[in-house]
């Protein structure tokens, strides 16, 4: 079965400086998806990123880049220029791509980040 | 295009009672998963389900739980004589037909027993 380990429960970041969150995960399998998603204290799951096992480049979105690297099974996620309106829970979560099976997302426990002003 | 909407967003039940969640899927949407957070946890997997067939309830508990998406309606889950164990949120979460697609999530529903 799936994995997914989120080391920091809590970190904190100065506005408009950079972090970094960090996600590892364990499988067997050789095709899946990978996601940052950003829970805000409104409880919403909102989907920051994704990334495709099969493709090297990293995907970034705006402010958010990841580094994945899937020889070492690390996926973590990068926050450039950190807002205010960054500071929620973020979950790294797997998905299989193999298809006939689940699409059920596997989730770490997250990472309550912390936005100072 | 409304988003995935549940309802209640609260839902207060003594034990004993029956708890029951709706999940009205994103227009278009015929797929529907949902997954239970506990306290200071990642969201845990619980049923796929697509209309009228449940695919993969491989974290369904065995008893007390069940879960539906018939064809006119939302999907409901179920909790028979909750717990206090049963205390969570519980977000519902669709996407349309077809592999590759994005899954959107509702804002869950927060289930306190007393």
């Known amino acids: 079965a799936q994995t997914v380990t989120q080391s920091q429960p809590e970190m904190s970041v100065q506005e408009a400086e950079t ?20 829970q805000p204290p409104s409880r919403q799951m909102i989907l920051v990123i994704r990334q495709e096992a099969y493709k090297q480049q990293n995907a970034t979105e705006n402010r958010f880049s990841v580094n994945f690297q899937k020889a070492a099974k690390s996926f973590s996620l990068k926050i ?29 426990k997250g990472t309550k980040l912390t936005v100072n002003p | 295009n409304a988003g995935v909407m549940q309802n209640p967003r609260h839902l207060v039940r003594r034990r004993g009672q029956e708890a029951r969640l709706r999940c ?40 007390r739980f069940s879960a539906e998406f018939p064809k006119e309606g939302p999907s409901i889950l179920r909790i028979q004589q909750v717990v206090r164990g049963d205390s969570a949120a519980y977000f519902c979460a669709s996407s349309p037909a077809g592999w590759h697609t994005e899954a959107f999530f509702g804002q869950g529903t927060r289930l306190t027993v007393v």
């Not at chain 1, 364990?26 to 950003?38: G, I, V």
């Not at chain 1, 929620?88 to 099976?101: I, K, L, P, V, W």
């Not at chain 2, 998963?33 to 508990?61: H, T």
């Open chain 1, 80 to 108: 450039s220029d950190s807002q205010l309106g960054d500071a929620a829970m973020y979950f790294c979560a797997y998905r299989s791509d193999n298809q006939g099976g689940s699409e059920k997302l596997v989730f770490g």
């Open chain 2, 24 to 63: 009205s899927p994103m227009k278009g949407h015929s797929h529907v998963y949902w997954y239970r957070q506990l306290p200071e946890e990642g969201l845990k997997f619980m049923v796929y389900l697509q209309k009228e067939n449940i695919i993969d309830e491989s974290g369904m508990p065995k008893e």
């Open chain 1, 19 to 38: 972090v970094t969150l960090s996600c590892t995960y364990d499988t067997s399998e050789s095709d899946y998806y990978l996601f940052w998603y950003k």
